[in-house]
């Protein structure tokens, strides 16, 4: 019998396909991870991670990739259907156990991940043990999908198959929906963005004044007496309105800064609550925050920041 030759359409079908479809799954299970990280935050890490950062874009990744896969699919069974001959090119055979092989192999690391951290005694957390779960089930789920699908249990029975693009389309939309309930619309995660920025720039703000007094021994009466134009620092001014940061200094080496925010924030750096602040990779104080004017007064500690043009000891 003479062996199916594969033409051009064949194989950038097949190739688009699974391209599209390892694509889908690393954004799927980063997503998860996501999430997992987001409600059950590793508090044993000593550092803040932050979730938020990468859920944008495995979003992004997941709406694009995941229905090109099953549209592409779903091309490929309709030219299976009307020449049946196209279930042999050898196209469709090395991207079936090529799946096949990748599925296994990471149903193998998975397992030697979890029990590599068994047998060495380290706590198998729930967010550990969930992340392990969840690359189990979607690479077994794939590895069983591709097998009946080498066999041709999907060309027989094409309703079933119909069944799974659906279900597979409704998980996909419900993780993207989710997301939206952690990171919040588009509008939302911009005034967000805008009041990182905000405290990033009022973290900024602060340290400049320190640095003031350590080299005047006095604080400025002003913003203005921050700018420097030889080392090129002029102070960051509000990201939306354009406006000046309020500065006011106080009593003694006191002083306040305020701005006007969009969102409520908590400096709470455990994760466990609320929305977290994310300003630079620290906190240098408590930068908790209002939908509104917020203030925030700092004093400065001569023994911690001394100055470093001390006056000279008259004997």
Known sequence: MEQTKATPKDFFLWMGAMVSLYASIVAFLSLLFSYINHAMPDTALGYYTDPYASIAYEMASLIVFAPLFLILMRVIRRDIARDTTRNEVWVRRWALFLTLFIAGLTIAIDLIVLLTAFLSGEALT????????????????????????????????????????????????????????????????????????????????????????Q???????????????IAGYTNPRDPQSGEMYVYRPGQGLSFTLCAVF??????????AEAMPVRAYGTIEGDWAHGAGETCYTRTIDPERYPATNPKPVMY
């Not at 619309?185 to 405290?199: G, H, S, V, W």
């Not at 080299?215 to 134009?229: F, G, H, I, T, Y």
């Not at 969009?262 to 994760?271: F, Q, V």
């Open 215 to 229: 080299q005047k021994e006095r604080l400025p009466v002003a913003l203005a007496d921050l700018d420097d134009p």
């Open 126 to 213: 729930a967010a550990f043990l969930l992340k392990v779960l969840v690359v189990l089930l979607v690479a077994g789920a794939g590895f069983l999908h591709f097998m009946a699908d080498l066999r041709g249990y999907w060309t027989k029975n094409a309703r079933y198959a119909r069944y799974i693009n659906w279900a597979v389309g409704a998980l996909v939309v419900v993780s993207i929906l989710a997301g939206f309930f952690i990171v919040g619309t588009p509008a939302e995660a911009r005034k967000t963005r805008l009041d990182n920025q905000r405290i990033s720039d009022l973290q900024t703000i602060q340290w400049q004044v320190v640095n003031y007094w």
């Open 262 to 271: 969009e969102t409520e924030g908590t400096a709470d750096w455990s994760g």
